[in-house]
Each structure stands twice: as C-alpha cells, then as structure tokens.
Nanobody
Framework: QVQLVESGGDSVQAGGSLRLSCAAS????????MGWFRQVPGKEREWVAT????????LYADSVKGRFTATRDNAKSTIYLQMNSLKPEDTAMYYC???????????????WGQGTQVTVSS
C-alpha cells in the first residue's frame, strides 16, 4: 500500500536550517509529481512546493521562494525539502504529498504523509 514516511521536523531558532525527507513506497513514484504542504492549526493548508517528474524541476510558493529547495532522488524514492533562513512564520506541520496536481487554481494530491512538525522560535 501507499506509504509516505516523513522525518526531519524539529524545533530551531530563527535563521536556522532544517532538511525534511519523505520516503515513498507503494506507487509509481518516479512517474508522480511530488510536493510539500504545511498547515497551522485553525488555518487552511498551504501549498509549499511541487517537484516534477523527470529532471525534478520545482515550483515554490512565494512565501518560501529563495529560502526552500525541494528535490527528489528517484533511486531512493525519496523527496527532500531543504529549509534555510527559517522564520517564525514557517512554524507548521509539514506534509509530504504524492500525485500532486493543480485543479481549479488549487494544489491537490492523491496521497499524504503523516506530517512532521517544524517549530521556529524567534
């Protein structure tokens, strides 16, 4: 069955860095657009990044562009989110997603990970 196992979440000081990972299995990973989303309690889920198939070109939300880098290692069926220059507003539960696509102006996905908490202190 489909599994997306995330790791790397932690509590860090503003300006610090974290690297999240997501190990995927149970589906055609190499043919799937992958992505990262985040959510704060009481707020709507926010799209963070999408990683294309093939060469792994990525798209980013304006809020993280220039600070975050999303990549994929198809040999390991794993995606990553390198987060630099972290800000308190980056604090959220971060979710790995598979089968990511855009529909009616919104990013959606077929599968989701369990989430990993990132907390950034000022």
């Amino acid at each position: 069955q489909v599994q997306l196992v995330e790791s790397g979440g932690d509590s860090v000081q503003a300006g610090g860095s974290l690297r999240l990972s997501c190990a995927a299995s149970g589906f055609s990973y190499s043919n799937s657009w992958m992505g990262w989303f985040r959510q704060v309690p009481g707020k709507e889920r926010e799209w963070v990044a999408t990683i294309h198939t093939g060469g792994g070109a990525a798209l980013y939300a304006d809020s993280v562009k220039g600070r975050f880098t999303a990549t994929r290692d198809n040999a390991k069926s794993t995606i990553y989110l390198q987060m630099n220059s972290l800000k308190p507003e980056d604090t959220a539960m971060y979710y790995c997603a598979a089968g990511v696509r855009q529909r009616a102006g919104m990013w959606i996905a077929d599968y989701w990970g369990q989430g990993t908490q990132v907390t950034v202190s000022s």
